[in-house]
């Protein structure tokens, strides 16, 4: 026989408070984003691709009397699309990389419980295969293009959630 009962406990419930995005500043941008040569990939890109990769709902939405709730910040602090060029015969090349952090904190309190950060730089196989090919020494560059800088922020997206996940446990 029970003498008490336990309350079955409700999980929170996550929602997405804020999505900001901040691209590369310095030498690097002003190289890399040479509008002559390369098609322009602004902020709103990447906001739009994480915004369709994390569907959940918006803090917004949320009703106050939920006081277990969980709410989502995710901020990519920098991201670079990355350069191979040729000035003067003399190769001036680095390898694309997005830096992303995600904070989770309880959305009533606004208190942290998680801060996790990801550095993912574009793998070393595609970026040899892509600046070996003869295009790029006709075009005198290569960078990223959309969808290959959509592929990025995915890949760096993933690995970001799955640690958030496996550090709230």
Not at 85 to 110: F, G, K
Request: glycine share 2%.
């Amino acid at each position: 026989m029970q003498f008490w009962r336990r309350k079955p406990k409700r999980s929170p419930s996550l929602y997405l408070a804020n999505v900001d995005v901040t691209s590369a500043s310095g030498l690097k941008k002003l190289v890399s984003d040479s509008p002559q040569l390369f098609d322009p990939v602004d902020d709103k890109l990447v906001e739009r691709v994480l915004l369709d990769l994390v569907a959940l709902p918006s803090l917004a939405t949320r009703s106050p009397s939920d006081g277990t709730d969980l709410a989502l910040d995710i901020t990519v602090a920098d991201y670079d699309r990355g350069a191979f060029l040729l000035y003067d015969a003399v190769p001036v090349a680095w390898r694309p990389e997005i830096v992303m952090t995600a904070r989770v904190y309880s959305a009533q309190a606004n208190e942290t419980l998680v801060v996790c950060a990801v550095k993912q730089k574009y793998p070393w196989n595609s970026w040899f295969r892509k600046i070996a090919n003869w295009r790029t020494y006709v075009n005198a560059g290569w960078r990223l293009n959309a969808d290959e800088m959509e592929y990025l922020t995915r890949l760096t997206c993933v690995r970001l959630l799955a640690k958030v996940r496996n550090k709230l446990g």
